[in-house]
């Protein structure tokens, strides 16, 4: 197999910038695994991407295969003794544009980025697994290290991330807060959250005070909400603030504010993935896979993305 298919762009745009093209597999060098992708996933990062934004600085050459999750089969190990063999089902998360991303039929990513599937999983909602919950982890967990009588605000709780960091919280005892929209309110407290605001009808700020840690997945691209965020925090509190480029001047508002403050970027990991994948395996954690499209018509996925009311994840049928 010389070719395969995938969604690439010529250039940053909008998103019938995307075309399904053939390009070359993938070579496998050095400890990296060669995978069949039969399913991906799309995430913020990817769209800003596409539009110039995000990571699109550092792709070096065009046309460029976007998509950084996946789900599939691994077609070769990184050695002939590695636990991991050809043939067994794997998920994980490619650091694109370092590496040619999940778009695509095949992709060569580093040892250190994959783990095994979850059984109870299908490809389709695995691969909607690693980048959301793998950003959630580091915040609720690593950070801010989510025990009981902790008091937690999560901002777009119903997200991609958000609906990862309500589980995850929660299953370590914080008394979780989450903002979502009127539709979401239930399916909210399902997933864990002791307390819900409705952002379309409650300033959270009336109806929150004294919190511990604020994951912050808006910023102030609406309505001034990381702002916002500092006033219902303890002194001294913890703010965690995700998407890139939407508070510029988080750090300086957070000091004035007398809150400890720190952006957060996601690395791929196999060991916390392996977590990861116990707690889906056992049903202490689930995924939201919202919409799923075929490759083809991923231009499709991301405008559906980009209109914001996603619950959870959008998948793309790859094979």
Known sequence: MDNMRAIVMD?????????????????????????????AALNPIDAKTRAGRGVS???????AVLGHDFSGVVLQS????????????????VMFPRFSGSFAEVVAVPSLSVARKPTALTHLEAAAVPLAAMTAWGPVVEL??????????????????GHFAVQIATHFGAHVIATGSTRNQDWLRELGASEVVDYTTTRFEDAVEEVDVVIDLIGNVHENTGSRSLKVMKPGGLIVNIPTGSWPSFFTDAAAAGMRA??????????????????????????????????ADTAQAMRALEEGHTRGKIALRVR
């Not at 801010?144 to 991330?161: D, F, K, N, P, S």
């Open 144 to 161: 801010a290290q989510a025990h009981e009588g902790q008091r937690m605000l999560i901002h777009a709780g119903a997200g991609g991330v």
């Open 262 to 295: 720190t952006d957060y970027k996601v690395a791929p990991d196999a060991r916390t993935l392996d977590v990861i994948a116990e707690l889906l395996q056992t049903g202490a954690l689930r995924v939201n896979v919202d919409e799923v499209f075929d490759l």
């Open 57 to 63: 600085a550092a792709i070096a050459n065009y046309p």
């Open 11 to 39: 250039e940053a745009g909008e998103p019938d910038a995307l075309r399904l093209a053939d390009v070359p597999v993938p070579l496998k060098v050095n400890s990296e695994f060669l995978i069949e992708v039969h399913a």
């Open 78 to 93: 990184p050695y002939e003794a590695h636990p991991i063999r050809p043939g067994d089902e794997v998920f994980g998360m």
